[in-house]
Structure formats: structure tokens, C-alpha cells
């Protein structure tokens, strides 16, 4: 692939998520790092004033024995500013984890240089078009996520004053200002806020994840090429066993290399993937719940999407974790796989070496409480399944009782 390499060709198309969201992951000078601070503290202080007005009416709600349709309606959206929150924070505090990861996939980049040309080719093309898929389906979800919350209220606000010839305003999000936000005075300026907080929100989660994605793409490249090259590291004309073995060590330096990188991603991201786990759970239960129990249509069709953006979120998070996995994994058949019988005793021990620590896969976790894979995309929607029933169940008697 001419040109930029795959990492840098992919973060350059973070650049305006990062701007906005005040977040950097490569090395600033220091007026560009305190000019991103800014941005971000601004953001912060923007999303959590809605956060906490959002708090204090949940609080209201739950004393005044609001309908649990109007709670619920508000607790999704809370929950995912959380984790927008948490994940923008832990990019902030492993910032110097961030910058040498990057640093250290370029070096792997560097290296990979040297072995086969058109297989890196063909590999990069492949995950790139992935890639590629991933981020532009997440960004019209997200586009289409923003568009719904921000018109829904004001088709609302025309249909109702069709029908009753009356305006009454209203706003995406019910939280509880210290004035009256449906005050005509202040409506427009609270409308604004909550939309932009909304924005952050999308941005904040864009960010985090797609250098996820990135990374885990990157690393997966680099297992394929690797196994590619332990695979056919043994010609099968005669060859110099002292040129296998100093091609074979090259390879060892390159998967310790790789198992090093993983590692700090897993640092980088092992805290907010716990939270993570457990809030998806709660926001697709709450979401899922909001889409069945509002009659409304415009709000209906808002939840479905925000259903649909939380379920992709974490089975994107958990299918990358497990790419990682599989493709660590297949560095073990690779050595298998080479013509391991052909050359002397010393090499077939390094290539068992090889062989038995990569049976043990690389592995990103939640804090080690669980592994980040498909299996634990299964759990989550298991457990949110079973909140939804517990739910539903609760809902329904007092429903018929009205």
C-alpha cells in the first residue's frame, strides 16, 4: 500500500471527532495540548450540568410517582453520558499509553516492511475495507441518532398545535432546570444545550471507540502477516538452518513484540470496558422497554435507533476483542503448520516454544473479569433480556391498573 499506512491513512479521519471532543491521542507541543484541555473541560462542564439536572429529575420523578415510561425515558441517555464520560477520561489519563501505542504500531509498520510485500498488501486491503464499513455504518447511526432527538420534539410541537391550535413546547430531554425551560425566553438556548450535550456525548464514544477499532485492526494485521511468515519461514528446497534460525528469531522478537502492544491496549481500556459491559446491559434493557412501551411514534422511531446504536456499540467493542483473539490464536497453527520436520532439533524446539505460547491467546479483558469476545456480546444480551422480562413484568400490572 503506498502512501500513509493504514493507522495514520485511519486516524487522520478521527481528526474532527478529536477536535471536537477536545481529546488527542498523539503528542502535542503544549499550547496544542492546553488548547484540547480547554475544549474538553468545556465539554465536560456542558454534559454534566444536563447530567446532574437529568439526576435531579429522576429523583423528582421517583418521589412524585412519575409513570415509569417518563423515568426510563431519561435513565438510557444518562447512562450512555457515563460512559462517554468514563472512556474520555481514561484517554486523558493513560494519554502517555496512548502515545506510545501509537508509536509502537508504527514501529511494527516499519517492520513488516521487510517481509512480504503483496500478502501485507492483500491483508491491509481487506481489513481496511472492514474497517472502513464499521466507522461509516457507526457514523450514519450516530448522524441519524442525532437528527431524530433534535427534530422529534419540534414535529411534535407541529402536530400538536395542528390538532389543538396551541403551541406547547417541548424538549428532547426532560431534565430539571432551576427556571422553567419552557419558558419562550429560555427555550431555544436550553434546546441548544441539550443537543450539543448529546453531540458530546457521540463524539466523546466515537473517539474512544474507533482508535479502539484501529488499534485492534492493526494488531490483527500484524498477527496475519506473522503467521503468513512462521507458515512459510521453511522453504522446501535445502536451505541454511543457521538463516531459518536467524529469520525464526526475528519472528519470536516480532510476536513478543505484538503480545507487548496488546498489553497496553488491554491497559489503556480494561476499566472502561467493565463499565462498559455493565451499562450496555441496562441501556439496550431501558432502550428495548422505551420502544415497546411509548406509544408515541416519534419517539419510537428515536429509541429504536438508539437500541440499534447501543447494540452495534458493544458487539463492535466485543467482535474486535475477539479478532484479536483468533488471530493470535492462528500464530500456533501457523508453526504447526510450517515444515517444522525438515530442519534440525534446535529450531523444532524454538517453533514449539512458538507454538505453545501462542495457543494462549492475546487477550483484551474487562479488569480481568471477563474476556472482551463474542461470547461476552452473548452475556450481555442475555442479561439484558433478562432485566427487560423483570421490567416488562413490573409495568404491566400497574398498566392495567390505570
Partial sequence: ???????????????????????????????????????????????????????????????????MTELTYLAPCSMLSAVSNLKSLYI?????????????????????????????????????????IVINLLNILN???????????????????????????????LDVYPFDPLNIKYWPLVYIKQIWSECIVLLEICAADYFY???CTY???????????IENLIPIQDTDDQDIRSKLLKLIKWHQHLISVTNTLELIYSK??????????????????????????AFGVTFLTFLFMSLLQIFF?????????????EVSDAAYNCLWYTVDCRLIKYLMIVQIRAQKPCKL???GFADVNLRAFTRVLSSSWSYFCLLNTIYTPSADGI
Fill in 1 to 67: 500500500m503506498a502512501g500513509k499506512s493504514l493507522l495514520d491513512t485511519t486516524l487522520n479521519r478521527l481528526k474532527l471527532i478529536l477536535i471536537l471532543s477536545g481529546l488527542n491521542l498523539e503528542r502535542f507541543n503544549r499550547p496544542q495540548t492546553i488548547k484540547r484541555r480547554l475544549i474538553y473541560i468545556f465539554n465536560f462542564i456542558w454534559l454534566n450540568s444536563d447530567i446532574i439536572c437529568a439526576i435531579f429529575y429522576l429523583i423528582d420523578g421517583v418521589k412524585n410517582g412519575t409513570d
Fill in 272 to 297: 472502561s470496558t467493565l463499565f462498559n459491559f455493565f451499562s450496555s446491559s441496562v441501556i439496550i434493557c431501558l432502550t428495548g422497554f422505551n420502544v415497546t412501551a411509548i406509544d408515541n411514534l
Fill in 92 to 132: 486523558i489519563s493513560y494519554n502517555n499509553y496512548v502515545n506510545n501505542l501509537i508509536d509502537e504500531l508504527r514501529a511494527l509498520d516499519v517492520n513488516s516492511i521487510n517481509y512480504n510485500t503483496n500478502i501485507k498488501n492483500k491483508i491491509e486491503k481487506e481489513e481496511r475495507r472492514f474497517l472502513n
Fill in 317 to 329: 467493542l466485543c467482535l474486535f476483542g475477539d479478532m484479536i483473539m483468533r488471530s493470535s490464536q
Fill in 365 to 367: 479483558t474487562a479488569m
Fill in 143 to 173: 448522524i441519524g441518532m442525532v437528527v431524530n432527538f433534535t427534530f422529534s420534539p419540534l414535529i411534535l410541537i407541529a402536530i400538536n398545535y395542528f390538532r389543538t391550535k396551541k403551541v406547547e413546547l417541548m424538549l428532547p430531554f
Fill in 213 to 215: 477499532y484501529i488499534c
Fill in 219 to 229: 494488531i490483527r494485521i500484524q498477527f496475519r502477516l506473522l503467521s503468513y511468515e
